[in-house]
């Protein structure tokens, strides 16, 4: 079935045909849903674009709106939709388990929790064979940050300045070094941040730096086998060590690949370094993989892998559901037995539906073959992405691994100061219209995060790309 509509952009773009028809529209209209959005939503729980899409159903890596406009979704409902919009094989499990139990507590047994515990821990290397279920990616880490306290008996833990993000909630807010989550309260006691090593926007950075297919346009003077900017970061992180904590710390988080700051990458062998003084101080290694995991940098099944390290503790949320609201923390027996001194309960955390929907959700990865698609994809996308880069000025930095994407805009490639938002906006708008729905990131939201449903194609891709260069070339013909 073809598109319903056509934009009002000139464009050689053609959507690649969908054979799903979406139900017709039935509920509140357009005008009446904005007004109780106004009235009695939060205004924290802020939309998108100027018109906000009113959705109405979604399929694989489609989503369709209120009037039967089809959208190619790039973000997956922020990194979340990771087999597909309703995915068939997901669908059919939790419709077949709304059957039989929603929900009881796991101070009883049933097969769901054990079968699922099982399933997901075998994809761990030894010894993180340990699972405790939470509900969210913010409570994961939260969890993760009280595990580590107590086993070490240490209180600070470092997490990487300019752009980490780990959660919203008061405990987790002292790991996320982003202004616009920070609200004025206190927060992040026992919480140190260290320098970013970003190789594009950072002090030292050059053009063999990252584990990707697009490497910087920044020049490197580095030999075979040597990164003079992972050893300038690796100096900085000693001086938090021997500076801003105690002798004794309590571990180090961090994301394989940072999220909500546009896919920013680190130099290789970066995290293993860094890892090795952690543990010299007594601390663990966290790895939030809420963003990286589950096959998406398509080379691993796991981020931290990409890396070449093992973790203490990591975390799990997004992706793990596909949209469910579900999360873990996976851990070693030893740390994990910490928690069990006292008393640590969680309600809903491991319910029946949550662990279906999860072993759904890894069945249909493999079975999809969805880590290798996120591979061959992915690194098409981005070498795709890179001549854009390349022909534009304002396109400062194509990175990523697998479907993990940043696009950064910038005034310019020499100063790389960011693209003025409404400059961003008008682009960003654009590509809605001609379709294409993507992300935003970065500390001034200067970053395009492309991060679709692993289920996308080639096809796909070159959509988007079209699109994406015809926004672009239209931003440029209104700056002349």
Known sequence: RQQKWKSSLSTQAKMPPCDFVPEKY?????????????????????????????????????????????????????????????????TMATQKQLARLWHTTNIYMYPAIHEYAEKLTSLFPDPLKVVY?????????????????LHTRNFDIISLSRGGYHGGSPYTLGLTSLTSYK???ANGFGCTTTMLPDVFRGPWGGSHCRDSPVQTVRKCSCTEGACLAKDQYIEQFKDTLNTSVPKTVAGFIAEPIQGVNGAVQYPRNFLKEAYQLIRERGGLCISDEVQTGFGRTGSHFWGFQTHGVVPDIVTLAKGIGNGFPMAAVVTTKEI???LAQNLHFNTFGGNPLACVVGAAVLDAIEEDGLQ????????????????????FEIVGDVRGKGLMIGVEMVTDKDSRRPLPAEEINQIWEDCKDMGVLIGRGGLYSQTFRIKPPMCITKRDVDFAVEVFRTALQRHMEKAA
């Open 133 to 149: 279920l939470t509900n969210s990616g913010s409570e994961a880490n939260d969890l993760a940050m009280f595990m580590a306290r």
């Open 372 to 391: 290798k698609n996120s591979d061959d994809v992915g690194t098409y996308m981005l070498l795709e992405l890179a001549k854009l880069r390349d022909k």
């Open 183 to 185: 609200h004025g309260v």
């Open 336 to 338: 994990a037995s910490s």
């Open 26 to 90: 039935e509920s509140y209209t357009y005008e009446r849903m904005q007004k109780i959005r106004e009235q009695n939503i939060a205004p924290s729980l802020r939309t998108y674009y100027k018109r906000p899409l009113l959705l109405h159903q979604g399929h694989m890596q489609w989503l369709f709106d209120h009037e039967g406009r089809r959208y190619l979704d790039l973000f997956a409902g922020i990194v979340t939709v990771s087999v597909g919009h309703c995915h068939p094989k997901v």
